[in-house]
């Protein structure tokens, strides 16, 4: 047997295997990571095209480009395209400033995230709880857009954060995110104003930020979330539908659930944890 031929059954047993893993675990490094033959000559390819317009040294490096081309189904004129219209957004939207601005009215009501904790394999994942967050109260004084702003913002840094961690460790290239649903109600959360806005905080993360999460994760959620959810689902990749983990109100199969990628002291005492998130005490 030529060693082509071995070297393709090997690569073709590797996937194999790493596509059982996905199954259990959600998106390895490895498999981020790894490329055939064939993909890493369209990275290559990819790469002269675009290098010599990215503004940033990270951005320039293959783990980022790759993100780019395998969320555009190693389509080249695709992939160069998203990343084009990527760089004038950001520039438009001033995305290298906008971690100096101050958002911290929108911290102190009511809209907050936390990035502190890391799941079992030691990527950052983003902890939101709904009944810190009140969409409608910003849409009716007029923030809606700041409010876009801010969302955009937490998006940057929280990719931001894993990228940093995974140049450090050399071992991640996503988070989880973990939303704990309890406290949602209809008019608060999902009034006829705020749905637009939810559209576009999914939208823009949908084109802005490819293959920064790998599992969406939701949990105590009342019907009205699990069919909002589902809807949602629609309007999105595939690859992200099947990154969304939806969970109802039993807490004994939630908490299994997240027993699959978190410690208990990872997570708060909302989620049968133990660890305290900075800010969390303000909520008293």
């Known amino acids: 047997m030529c060693f082509e031929t071995k070297f393709r059954r090997h ?16 998106i390895t490094f490895e498999q981020d990571i790894n490329l055939s033959m064939d993909q890493k000559k369209l990275l290559d390819k990819f790469k002269q095209r675009v290098i010599d317009r990215l503004p940033h040294e990270y951005m320039k490096k ?3 480009l790759i993100k780019w081309l395998r969320s555009s189904d190693f389509q080249l004129d695709t992939a160069e395209d998203r990343l084009i219209r990527n760089l004038r957004w950001r520039q438009e939207q001033r995305m290298d400033t906008i971690h100096t601005e101050d958002f911290s009215d929108m911290w102190k009501n009511d809209f907050r995230y ?39 913002k937490g998006f940057d840094e929280v990719c931001g954060l894993v990228r940093e961690l995974g140049e450090k460790w050399n071992n991640m290239t996503r988070v989880n995110v973990l939303v704990n649903a ?6 608060q959360h999902a009034c006829i104003p705020c749905i637009p806005i939810m559209l576009r905080h999914i939208f823009s ?7 920064c999460a790998d599992k969406f994760i939701f949990v105590n959620c009342p019907r009205t979330v ?14 992200m539908q099947n990154s969304i983990f939806i969970y109802g109100k039993d807490k004994k199969i939630w908490m299994q659930g997240l027993s699959q990628d978190f410690d208990k002291d990872q997570l708060p005492p909302s989620l049968g944890g133990i660890k305290i998130y900075k800010g969390m005490q303000l909520d008293d």
């Open 226 to 239: 699990e069919q909002i959810l589902s809807i949602g689902k629609a309007v999105v990749t595939e690859e």
């Open 62 to 64: 293959e783990i980022y």
């Open 205 to 211: 993360f949908v084109e802005h930020f490819p293959e």
């Open 11 to 26: 690569i073709l047993s590797v996937s194999v295997y790493l596509t059982l893993i996905i199954l259990v675990r959600g």
């Open 182 to 187: 309890d406290g949602f109600n209809v008019v």
């Open 114 to 152: 936390y990035t502190e904790g890391r799941d079992k394999l030691g990527r950052p994942f983003v902890l939101v709880e709904i009944k810190d967050m009140d969409p409608r109260r910003f849409i009716i004084q007029g923030k809606g857009e700041r409010l876009v702003r801010y969302l955009d």
